[in-house]
C-alpha cells in the first residue's frame, strides 16, 4: 500500500500520476518566469525528468514518468540568474524503510529549501541529489516531518506538541528560512548571507541551497552575524529571538511506553530500536521495547512487549541475520527479537551464562553475540564477566573472566573481531543521584580487550589516569578504540595495540555518557549532566576543518543544544547521516524518566547499519551500499595463519579453518580427530587444534 502525504493526492513512483502541478514562491509572493527543473536522483546519479517556466501567479505543470526509486526534487531558480535557488522534495521511492510517497502539487519556497538541504545534506553535491538506498530514501521521507511540499508550510511533526513551542526547531527552521529570502530581491544582504555560510577555508556559496547546506554541514558558522541578518526579515514566525549556539534542527519522537529509552540501534532498513528503563512515570522496570522509523512513526507493532524485558538499559545490539538483541537489567537476562518484531526468547528471557544484570551487547562478524555481564554497580570490586552465545545460540554460553573484569558497562567489537570492554568498576551509580556526581578522582576503570579466541589479550586490563568510571566505547575505522569517562569528563582514544593516543576534554559538568562514530571517522558524545552533543575531529582529519587535529573540538565549546534534549544516555547515527540521542532522564534530583528520541537531522556522516561492525559509510558504486561483515587479518599481538596450535573462535568451522590456513580439510581431521572426535561438525570454543 502507498501511503500519502496529509491532504496530498499520493500515487505509486513508477505508475503514471499525471503532470506536476506547482507554484513557486518567494518572500511570500509568487515569481514569475523561474526556471523550474524536476530531477530523479538515486544510486546511479541525477536525472532531469523536465522543466517548465512559470506564469504570472508562480505556476507551472511538467509531465514526467517517474523512476520506481531513489527521490524526486524540483529546483527552481529566478529567470535573471540571481543568487536564489530554491528546492522541494515531491517524492520517495521505493527501498527505504518508509512507504513510497508521491505528491502531485508542490509549493515551492524557502521552508521547503530548508527541510530539503538538511534533510539530504549528506547526498546533495555538485550535480544534485543522489546516493545509495535506503540512507536517500529515508533522508528524502524526513523532509516531509519539517515541510509540507504541498503547501509549502511547516511540516506536521516539526509543529506537533512534541515540538512545537516546545523547543527551538520551528523557530530555526523560519530563521533559516528568512535568510533564504534575502536572495529573492536584496543584493546587498544577499551577498552578506553568502559571505556568512562559507565554512572556514572554504569557498562562497553560489546561491542559496549551497549556502543552506553550508550550514548544516557547518552549524557553528556565524550565529550572530546570521542571527543580525535574519532579523531583516520577517517572512516567517515564529523566528529566533537571539542567536542560537549551533544553526541544528532537533526533532523529538516519541511513542506509547518509550520513557526513559537507554541505548538505540539501528536495522539494516533504517528502524531506530530503543530500549527503555521505566515505565512511563514510574521507577518501575518496563516489560517494552520501542521501535521507530525514519520519520520517528512506531513500526513493528512498537511498544515490543514480551521475551523477558524487564527493564532494559545499555543493551542493544542487531544481528547480520536481522534479529535484535536487547539486555532486560531487571530480569538478569536478554530478550531477543526477530527483525519483524516479534518475540524470539522465552517468557524470561535467556539467562544461559548466569547473566545478573547485563548491560551492554555486541555482535561480532561471525554472529556471536557479546554481553558485559555487570553484576549491578553496587556489589564489590572485581566482580563481573563477558558471556559470549556463540551463532546467537545461548544454550552454548561461554563466560570469559580475567583480564581485569569489573563490573564490565559496554562492549565493541573492532575489525579483526576483538571484543572491547569498558570496566566501570562499582559504586558509581551512588553518586549520579546525587550533587557529588561531578567530582573527580573518586573513581578509576580500565579496558579489557578479549581476542576471538575468547582470551583477554596479554595487555589487558589497560589502565589510564583518564579513567574515571568509564562508560560507552566506539571503534573508528582504523580500530581506535574512543572512550569516555564519565566522572571527569573527558574522552580518551586508544590504539589497535591498546595504547593511550590521546585524552581530549569536555566542559567539567558534561558527564558523558556514550559516545559513536560517523562515517568520517568524526566522534560523537552525548553528554548526561549537561544535555548536549560534542563533536570531536577523528583519526582521519581530511574530514575535519583545515588545520585541525585529531580531538579538535569541532562543535562549540557548549556543544550542540537544544530543549528537545533531556539528560541523554545513548548517541548513534543512522544511513542517512542524522544523529539520535536518547532522553534517558528529564531530571536528575530526583530521578525522572526521560521522554523520547531527538534525531538532529543531517549532521554526521552516514554509516551502514546495523554496524559492520566499525562504521563504514554506504557506497553507491558496490552492488550493495553496505559490504557483508567479515573480520581483517589478525592484529599483531593475534595468532597469525600457520602457527600452531590454533584455538577454535566462536563460529569457526573445520572446513572454514582449513581454507583461511592452506590445509586440506581432510588433512587436517585426521591430524585432530582425537580432539575433534567423530562429528567434525562440532568443534568447540576454545579447543586446541594442530595445524600444519
Not at 523477558?308 to 537489567?329: E, F, T
Not at 576543518?545 to 539528560?567: D, F, N, V
Not at 558504486?621 to 566462536?650: F, L, M, S
Amino acid at each position: 500500500m502507498v501511503l500519502g502525504l496529509a491532504n496530498v493526492p499520493a500515487s505509486s513512483p513508477g505508475a503514471a500520476p499525471g503532470p506536476l502541478h506547482g507554484t513557486v514562491t518567494g518572500a511570500g509572493k509568487p515569481l514569475r518566469g523561474a526556471r523550474v527543473t524536476l530531477y530523479a536522483g538515486s544510486r546511479t546519479g541525477v536525472r532531469e525528468l523536465g522543466r517548465a517556466t512559470t506564469d504570472a501567479t508562480g505556476s507551472f505543470d511538467i509531465g514526467y514518468a517517474p523512476p520506481a526509486a531513489g527521490v524526486l526534487y524540483v529546483e527552481a531558480t529566478r529567470a535573471d540568474a540571481g543568487r536564489l535557488r530554491l528546492r522541494s522534495v515531491v517524492a520517495v521511492g521505493e527501498g527505504g524503510a518508509v512507504p513510497a510517497r508521491t505528491t502531485n502539487r508542490v509549493r515551492v519556497d524557502e521552508l521547503t529549501t530548508v527541510a530539503a538541504a538538511y534533510s539530504l545534506a549528506q547526498f546533495t553535491g555538485e550535480h544534485g541529489v543522489d546516493g545509495p538506498s535506503p540512507g536517500l530514501q529515508n533522508a528524502a521521507a524526513t523532509t516531509f516531518n519539517l515541510a509540507d511540499p504541498a503547501t509549502g508550510e511547516p511540516g506536521a511533526v516539526v509543529t506537533n506538541a512534541d515540538n512545537g513551542d516546545s523547543n527551538e526547531t520551528l523557530a530555526t527552521l523560519n530563521t533559516l528560512a528568512n535568510l533564504v529570502s534575502l536572495c529573492v530581491s536584496d543584493t546587498t544582504r544577499c551577498e552578506s548571507l553568502l559571505r556568512l555560510a562559507t565554512p572556514p577555508g572554504g569557498t562562497a556559496p553560489r546561491d542559496t541551497a549551497q549556502a543552506v547546506l553550508n550550514l548544516a554541514r557547518n552549524p557553528a558558522l556565524s550565529p550572530s552575524g546570521l542571527h543580525a541578518l535574519a532579523r531583516t526579515a520577517d517572512h516567517y514566525a515564529p523566528a529566533l529571538a537571539a542567536p542560537p549556539t549551533a544553526w541544528i534542527l532537533a526533532l523529538r519522537y516519541t511513542d506509547t511506553d518509550l520513557y526513559s529509552p537507554g541505548r538505540i540501534a539501528f536495522d539494516t532498513k533504517g528502524n531506530a530500536w530503543a530500549s527503555n528503563n521505566w515505565l512511563p512515570g514510574t521507577r518501575n522496570p518496563t516489560p517494552y521495547v520501542s521501535v521507530l522509523d525514519p520519520t520517528g512513526r512506531p513500526v513493528l507493532g512498537s511498544p515490543i512487549q514480551g521475551g523477558g524485558m524487564k527493564g532494559g538499559d545499555w543493551g542493544a545490539a542487531v544481528a547480520p541475520d536481522g534479529s535484535v538483541w536487547m539486555s532486560s537489567y531487571g530480569g538478569d537476562s536478554v530478550a531477543h527479537y526477530s527483525a519483524t518484531g516479534e518475540p524470539l526468547s522465552p517468557a524470561t528471557g535467556h539467562r544461559d551464562g548466569g547473566l545478573v544484570h547485563p548491560q551492554g551487547i555486541a555482535v561480532d562478524q561471525r554472529g556471536n553475540v557479546w554481553i558485559a555481564n555487570n553484576y549491578g554497580l553496587e556489589t564489590a570490586p572485581g566482580q563481573g564477566n563477558v558471556v559470549v552465545y556463540p551463532h546467537g545460540d545461548p544454550s552454548r554460553a561461554i563466560r570469559i573472566t580475567g583480564g581485569g573484569l569489573n563490573h564490565p558497562f559496554a562492549v565493541q567489537i573492532d575489525g579483526y573481531g576483538r571484543a572491547w570492554v569498558s570496566n566501570a568498576g562499582p559504586g558509581g551509580a551512588d553518586l549520579v543521584n546525587t550533587r557529588l556526581a561531578p567530582l573527580t578522582g573518586k573513581f578509576g576503570g580500565s579496558v579489557t580487550v578479549i581476542g576471538p579466541d575468547l582470551e583477554p589479550t596479554a595487555s589487558s586490563p589497560i589502565q589510564s589516569d583518564s579513567f574515571k568510571w568509564p562508560l560507552g566505547i566506539a571503534i573508528d575505522s582504523r580500530n581506535n578504540a574512543w572512550l569516555n569517562s564519565y566522572v571527569n569528563s573527558a574522552v580518551t582514544r586508544l590504539t589497535p595495540d591498546g595504547a593511550v593516543a590521546g585524552v581530549y576534554r569536555l566542559p567539567e559538568n558534561t558527564l558523558p555518557w556514550s559516545v559513536a562514530v560517523d562515517g568520517s571517522d568524526r566522534v560523537w558524545v552525548a553528554g548526561f549532566l549537561t544535555p548536549g552533543v560534542w563533536t570531536l575531529c577523528g583519526a582521519d582529519t581530511t574530514a575535519c576543518p583545515p588545520g585541525s587535529a585529531t580531538g579538535a573540538l569541532l562543535s562549540p565549546p557548549k556543544g550542540l543544544r537544544s530543549k528537545a534534549m533531556q539528560h541523554l544516555t545513548a548517541v548513534q547515527i543512522d544511513q542517512s547521516g542524522n544523529v539520535w540521542l536518547a532522553n534517558n532522564w528529564s531530571r536528575v534530583v530526583p530521578p525522572a524518566g526521560g521522554t523520547g528520541l531527538v534525531e538532529l537531522i543531517g549532521l554526521a556522516t552516514p554509516v551502514c547499519t546495523p554496524l559492520t561492525p566499525v562504521p563504514t559509510r554506504p557506497s553507491s558504486a558496490t552492488p550493495t551500499p553496505c559490504a557483508e561483515r567479515t573480520a581483517q587479518a589478525d592484529p599483531p599481538t593475534a595468532e597469525r595463519a600457520g602457527t600452531a596450535p590454533y584455538t577454535v573462535r566462536p563460529g569457526d568451522t573445520l572446513g572454514g579453518i582449513a581454507r583461511a590456513h592452506g590445509e586440506s580439510w581432510t588433512e587436517l581431521y585426521l591430524r585432530n580427530r582425537t580432539a575433534v572426535g567423530r562429528d567434525p561438525n562440532l568443534i568447540t570454543p576454545g579447543q586446541r587444534l594442530t595445524l600444519r
